[in-house]
């Protein structure tokens, strides 16, 4: 939680300058300790950010170097072939844990595809459920 500044009270009227002065001194200078809503730079964290349980909303784009959820590490791989190998029934993508739903990344294509079926010649889907290669 942000530290609140602490400010002087003014108890009489204008002969107060300097404790007014002061005063917006410290507001400034706790500006300084805050999140900006527009962005406006240096808006970076020094330390973590507690949420208390609250959710994050309305992400556009997550860019992080690591992911724990519920304390378990999250990894990605991406299987990757090119559309030769996706064709070519005795390549490894078609011969070694094929499974069905498993997804490649076509680097040719630069499109996804999924395995209808576990044997080495089954066909790969692309995104609208055609078949895009069929291993021979």
Same mark, same amino acid.
């Given at each position: ?9 003014? /108890?009489?009227?204008?002969?107060s ?28 964290? /020094? ?15 997550? /860019? ?20 030769t ?10 011969? /070694? ?16 595809v ?23």
């Amino acid at each position: 939680m942000a530290t609140a500044p602490t400010v002087v009270t003014v /108890s009489s009227g204008y002969f107060s300058a300097e404790t007014m002065n002061a005063n917006f001194t410290v507001l400034a200078d706790a500006f300084e300790d805050v999140l900006s809503l527009s962005g406006t730079t240096p808006n970076s964290m /020094s330390a973590d950010l507690d949420m208390n349980s609250q959710d994050i909303i309305n992400v556009a784009d997550l /860019s992080c170097t690591g992911l724990t959820v519920n304390g378990v590490a999250v990894t990605v791989s991406a299987f990757t072939a090119t559309t030769t190998e996706l064709a070519d029934v005795s390549d490894a993508i078609n011969t /070694s844990n094929k499974a069905i739903g498993k997804m490649v990344f076509n680097t040719t294509t630069g499109a996804p595809v999924w395995a209808v079926g576990t044997a080495a010649a089954s066909v790969w889907n692309d995104a609208t459920g055609s078949t895009a290669h069929t291993p021979v």
